[in-house]
């Protein structure tokens, strides 16, 4: 069967190789080992890498948007100025518009810098006017009216200051830079620093940023992401409450009951393409099904649920699936031996063991929804809407609201570099949410998690 | 042609190519070898028998350092290859299988054509220097598996469109083009039937003129009809290693007795 | 909120169905659960099946059906002489609608009586005059037809929901009637309510095919408008102005039609065939090397050309490709093939943050640190290639690191599906570690790897905040990555969130490039998890 003289032929050229001597070939062999090695190492590193950089760069970023720079001054409520009448009504103190009360903080900053004996070429109440947010006075007369009788005392005020002399605290705004601006001069930065040493301006915690509301393009300061982060909730109340059940019912019959038909084969392969279809597809069919069609209301987070549910229904049909394939079938079999109809093995016996898988994929689904930005600009969740709080729970789905990320890209959209801080912030938020849904999510796997 | 044990053997002394000494073997915290000590004779067939579990595919794998892939093992003890220890640190485990060549219980070709798989080892050791010298050592590997004939024609298809048996064949051609000295075989034949179990053991034998062969198999009679020495492992040790025909015909150890006669397995 | 009284209404006779069911089953065994066939809240929920699902039902089909008719009825109503040129019938509805709100909130705010808000006889002036002191008309001045039609609205909508809510509750009885009478001992209730279950649950996996029929429709309906409004647009252009009015002259039955007053577009819309016109959109949508959309309003001529959407598109996702395949690649094999188990418990889920990390911070990580990086690279203070923070590079980048996790758990799983025996006869051979990876494994892992090379792809042409962000807002056909470009999606979301009208060409093309994006994903899509697929059986 062998060729006898072919293989004697050989034996003769037969390589004899020394185990610890390396060859030149061995030698070139392990070098091109080392260096495929190191290019899995690099590659991994390189992923480590951008993912520090893009975590120093959020959190970096946006941390400043925790810390805001507040002026605290004891303002005179003129009553002659702000009660000219002297009755404390509510009606006629209401009359006295934002315009009434500037000269009051103006003044009360002024005399701040007599009395701590400042010296600085500002000398008119006026020149104030830039270390303060535009947003003062509407503080301090909100105040008032809430609680006439303050009229006639001086009342110490914490005040937002500009966005100018914020961004100069934190480094954003540069001397060199004040002079091109016409909101604030150099004089004004040595008052702020003047201030600051005395105690006036200091940054402290912004509780506003978290619970307030978005302001208007030239008011920075003020503005906070907490409305958005209502309209997020909403969002998510209806995207829990229709993609859970209806989620988990499809699952159920396409892994429990459903007969092998074109039928069934058609939703599977409509599911498996609808994971992949881009959300901004869903974004479209919003517009047109819920909005252009159905005429529900524009930038509803009711409207945003519903588009969220349909683009996350097959992320969490597929998790379901896995996680009843994952039971057994002796279970079933068990439950079928006593008697039991199929409908009753699955509702009885094999939901309850699944649940906590089925609950995991949800959360993951739910954090995958939150994040989502696209789908929700078409259908009108961007713009300056996120302004007020909804005033019930019906009014929390229907009225006009964005969610997080919306909002995020809105104030990444505005022109103000002091919006930049803002959105980074507000990324410091959404993740900080993400993290928690994400960690309960491995928690229950981990807790409930079953080997059979 | 090999049914009976055959115990006028040709039994002479031949040159020692693997001695291994004190040889220990742990996966984790189980110890899977104890203590074993063998001599491994060169063109000689060295059958390991012993029942599931009991490290003889284990003891194998230690002979071209194949354990070293898998992270949780640890082996200690001495094994060399012509007086050359393996596990010393100066040792390139790839040097060590090019002149240790492997192969295992399920043909694995590998999903490229007949002539790539073979040309496969040649070309990573750079045995070759021109494509007729490639072409030279396809033809005379596949030859030597005895297989040339049935696969000439056909040397661009895929090596995974053959049969079971040519498939293990195809994977012998491809352990001896590299020019081994020691031919591992792990069950071989365990996923063949009868007729390519024959065709394979025919090899083995042919193979023995060049090669050191060490075999694990399953089958005693295997291990009669195509061995010269024999060596019987049981939990872990080396209970009793000899002329093929003693162990079979006339066993020292009672286990070993036992073995063969079918009372343990 | 009457639509959630009339929920609760079913809700609380279902309820009581559910309790007399299963009372009268009882009953009829004589007390003794044992007699009957199914356990007794099998009978309940027999009643209370029967009176919730058909009346939910019948109240969801007239919510969608009402609001049809009384559009269709009251739109006749609209004389086309309050149409005005550039506007629709659907903006005048929308004018209807708004109207008859303010009329609601109006009476609401007792600023006119229900009567007056009914009458439609009533003054017209008084009317708008008190509206507008309620503060409820924002918009333009509202007309007589209009103000008459918004009246019947009214009318129509509170006299369908009345009807409504009569029909459910009647349909809700009638259920609870029909299941009462059945429940006996003998009545195999659990069988029912467990087909009425399964039935709920084949709808439920049936939304799937729902959304996709939505999606499709909504994308060929919109298509079909946009490409109809913008090749009449294209082909009157054509004729020009006079030669328009020559055939108009020449054609006395054209002319009769169309009128004293007629605009170029009303021409088109009877001179030329539905067919002709959107084969002309459609033709030049897919050709026209050139996007510039005019902005509405100004009249100008608009040059909606896909293809330098495409090409942006197209070259941002190879950047990104170029960026994450090789990263997520040599990562997944590093990961597979070489690092230890404690390395790989790190680094994995490390990665795999990378994927769950909103697209929109990666869009904002472009814009705001990827940019500037970039600038401070080859931006006019050194090499001076670079015009601005957002290009193609800016884009490409932050997106092939959004991709690397996809590609690296992709291929992850697909080389852990070569099998062992493939690396052991390698390792047997004295092949080394990486000739292994590179002659056994990667070979064998190709289609499944192909595979997840193409579904990055189409996570790449889908994505959109990244672009949005990163790319720019200008269309262009150029070669140079450091030039901004925009991409298909990015053109969506400024076309449909801009102001312009809703029934424009303008508008209506982003339809079409949604179309063209869904229709380019799903075949990328069908033809990767193919490979994928074909892949696995191999070693199954």
Redesign the interface.
């Known amino acids: 069967?062998?060729?006898a003289s072919?293989?004697n032929a050989?034996?003769g050229a037969?390589?004899t190789?020394?185990?610890?001597a390396?060859d030149d070939?061995?030698r070139k062999?392990?070098a091109?080992?080392k260096?495929?090695?190191a290019?899995?190492?690099?590659?991994?590193a390189?992923?480590?890498f951008?993912?520090i950089?893009?975590l120093v760069?959020?959190v970096g970023?946006g941390v400043g948007a925790f810390q805001q720079t507040f002026i605290t001054v004891p303002v005179y409520l003129d009553e002659a100025k702000l009660d000219k009448n002297g009755n404390r009504d509510v009606e006629d103190i209401k009359k006295v518009s934002t315009f009434g009360y500037n000269p009051l903080i103006e003044q009360a900053v002024f005399d701040k810098v007599t009395e701590n004996g400042i010296a600085t070429p500002l000398a008119k109440r006026g020149d104030m006017k830039a270390l303060l947010s535009a947003s003062a006075a509407a503080q301090v007369r909100d105040t008032v009216i809430a609680n006439p009788d303050l009229i006639g005392q001086t009342v110490e005020f914490r005040i937002l200051a500009s966005s100018r002399v914020d961004g100069y605290l934190k480094g954003r705004v540069k001397r060199e830079d004040v002079e091109r601006d016409k909101n604030i001069d150099a004089e004004h930065l040595d008052l702020v620093d003047a201030f600051v040493a005395s105690g006036v301006i200091q940054k402290q915690f912004n509780v506003d940023f978290i619970l307030g509301a978005d302001a208007s393009e030239s008011r920075p300061e003020q503005a906070g992401i907490g409305v958005a982060m209502l309209g997020s909730f909403f969002m998510m109340i209806v995207v829990l409450l229709l993609s859970l059940?209806?989620?988990v019912?499809?699952s159920?019959?396409?892994e429990e009951?459903?007969p092998q038909n074109r039928w069934t084969d058609?939703?599977e392969v409509?599911?498996?393409?609808?994971a992949?279809?881009?959300?901004?597809?869903?974004g479209?069919?919003g517009?047109?099904?819920f909005i252009?069609?159905?005429?529900l209301p524009q930038s509803a987070p009711l409207v945003g649920g519903l588009v969220l549910t349909?683009m996350t229904?097959?992320t969490i049909?597929i998790s379901t699936r896995a996680s009843l394939k994952a039971v057994p079938p002796s279970i079933r079999d068990a439950a079928l031996g006593v008697g039991a109809?199929k409908?009753q093995a699955v509702f009885h016996h094999v939901l309850p063991l699944a649940m906590p898988g089925i609950l995991t994929g949800t959360i993951i689904g739910l954090?995958q929804a939150?994040?989502?930005?696209?789908p929700l600009?078409?259908i009108?969740m961007?713009g300056y809407i996120a302004t007020n709080y909804p005033g019930g729970i019906?009014e929390g789905f229907l009225s006009p609201n964005s969610a997080m990320?919306a909002q995020?890209?809105e104030w990444?959209k505005r022109a103000d570099p002091a919006y930049?801080e803002r959105?980074?912030g507000g990324?410091i938020i959404?993740?900080v949410f993400?993290l928690t849904m994400?960690i309960i999510a491995i928690i229950l796997r981990r807790r409930f998690e079953r080997r059979w | 042609m090999y049914d009976t044990p055959n115990t006028e053997r040709d039994v002479d002394q031949k040159e020692i190519k693997i001695e291994a000494r004190g040889v220990q073997v742990f996966y984790g915290t189980t110890h899977a070898i104890k203590d074993v000590d063998v001599d491994i004779e060169d063109k000689t067939v060295t059958a390991f028998i012993g029942p599931s579990g009991c490290g003889k595919s284990t003891f194998l794998r230690c002979l071209n350092r194949m354990n070293d892939t898998i992270d949780i093992c640890r082996v200690e003890g001495k094994i060399e290859i012509d007086g050359d220890d393996i596990y010393d640190k100066r040792v390139d485990p790839v040097q060590l299988r090019a002149k240790v060549g492997m192969v295992f219980q399920k043909p694995n070709p590998f999903p490229k054509s007949i002539y790539d798989n073979i040309a496969y080892g040649p070309r990573i050791h750079g045995l070759a220097k021109t494509k007729a010298d490639l072409d030279e050592i396809v033809e005379k590997s596949l030859r030597r598996g005895a297989i040339w004939d049935e696969v000439k024609d056909r040397l661009h298809a895929p090596g995974t469109g053959l049969s079971g048996g040519q498939q293990q064949r195809l994977c012998i051609a491809r352990a001896v083009a590299t020019e081994p000295e020691v031919l591992l075989m792990d069950e071989p034949c365990s996923a063949l039937d009868p007729i390519a179990t024959a065709q394979v053991e025919e090899l083995i034998d042919e193979l023995r003129e060049n090669y050191s062969v060490v075999i694990v198999t399953h089958s005693m009679q295997q291990a009669a009809r195509v061995s010269q020495k024999t060596a019987f492992f049981h939990l872990g040790n080396l209970v009793e290693f000899g002329e093929t025909g003693k162990i079979f015909t006339n066993p020292e150890d009672s286990r070993t007795e036992s073995y063969i006669t079918g009372r343990i397995g | 909120m009457p639509v959630l009284w009339l929920i609760l209404i079913v809700l609380v006779i279902g309820a009581v169905g559910f309790v007399i069911g299963r009372q009268k089953a009882l009953g009829s065994a004589g007390g003794d659960s044992r007699e009957l066939h199914s356990l007794p809240t099998y009978y309940g929920s027999n009643v209370f099946m029967k009176v919730v699902v058909p009346a939910l039902l019948l109240m969801v089909v007239w919510l969608v059906v009402q609001p049809l008719m009384i559009e269709n009825t009251i739109s006749k109503m609209i004389p086309d002489s309050e149409i005005d040129a550039g506007s629709n019938l659907g903006l005048v509805m929308a004018e209807v609608r708004r109207a008859a709100e303010g009329l609601d909130n109006a009476v609401a705010a007792g600023a006119i009586s229900e009567d007056m808000a009914r009458n439609a006889r009533a003054d017209f002036t008084d009317m708008t005059t008190r509206l507008k002191d309620a503060g409820q008309i924002v918009t333009s001045e509202i007309t007589q037809p209009i103000l008459a039609a918004a009246q019947q609205y009214r009318i129509s909508t509170s006299r369908g929901s009345l009807l409504m809510t009569i029909a459910v509750i009647a349909v809700a009885l009638a259920g609870l009637a029909w299941a009462y009478m059945q429940t006996h001992k003998d009545f195999r209730a659990r069988n029912v309510v467990e087909q009425g279950v399964l039935a709920i649950l084949i709808s439920a996996a049936s939304i799937a095919i729902l959304t996709t029929i939505g999606i499709v429709l909504s994308l060929i309906g919109n298509t079909v408008a946009f490409a109809d409004l913008y090749g009449v647009g294209l082909l009157v252009r054509e004729l020009g102005h006079e030669e328009i009015a020559r055939i108009v002259a020449a054609d006395p039955e054209l002319a009769a039609k169309l009128g004293q007053d007629y605009s170029d577009i009303e021409f088109g819309m009877e001179y030329y065939s539905g067919w002709a016109r959107s084969w002309a959109g459609l033709a030049d949508f897919f050709t026209n090397l050139d996007w510039a959309p005019s902005f509405s309003g100004r009249g100008g001529a608009s040059s909606l050309g896909i293809i330098p959407l495409l090409w942006g598109t197209l070259y941002i996702s190879v950047v990104a490709l170029v960026v994450a395949v090789p990263i997520g690649l040599f990562a997944a094999v590093y990961l597979s093939e070489y690092a230890s188990n404690r390395v790989r418990s790190f680094a994995k889920p490390m990665l795999e943050v990378l994927a769950g990390i909103p697209t929109i911070v990666y869009g904002l990580f472009a814009l705001l640190t990827i940019g500037p990086i970039l600038m401070s690279v080859f931006g006019d203070n050194t090499v001076g290639w670079m015009q601005g923070q957002r290009a193609v590079l800016t884009a490409g980048i932050a997106m092939g690191i959004m991709l690397i996790p996809f590609v690296s758990s992709l291929s992850d799983d697909i080389i852990n599906a070569v099998p062992q025996a493939m690396r052991d006869g390698s390792y047997g051979l004295g092949a080394t570690r990486s000739e292994t990876i590179r002659q056994v494994v990667l070979p064998a892992a190709l289609p499944g790897i192909v595979g997840a090379i193409l579904l990055a792809a189409s996570r790449a042409i889908g994505e959109t905040m990244i672009v949005v962000l990163g790319a720019g807002a200008a269309a262009r056909l150029s070669l140079n990555p450091f030039e901004a470009m925009t991409t298909v999606t990015a053109k969506i979301v400024s076309q449909l969130t801009g102001d312009s009208d809703f029934a424009s060409p303008e508008a209506l093309v982003a339809f079409a490039l949604g179309m063209t994006l869904f229709l380019m994903t799903l075949g990328l899509n069908v033809f990767a998890l193919y490979i994928v697929r074909k892949y696995r059986e191999q070693y199954d």
């Open positions: 069967m062998t060729d072919m293989d050989a034996e037969r390589r190789i020394s185990l610890y390396d070939l061995t062999r392990n091109a080992e260096r495929f090695q290019y899995g190492i690099a590659a991994i390189a992923g480590l951008f993912l950089v893009l760069s959020i970023s059940p209806i989620g019912a499809a159920i019959y396409l009951f459903a058609m939703i409509n599911i498996s393409n609808l992949a279809v881009p959300s901004i597809v869903f479209i069919l517009l047109a099904v252009q069609f159905a005429h349909l229904l097959p049909i109809s409908m954090a939150l994040g989502e930005t696209a600009l078409l009108g961007v019906a990320p995020i890209y990444a930049y959105a980074w990324i959404l993740l993400l994400n």
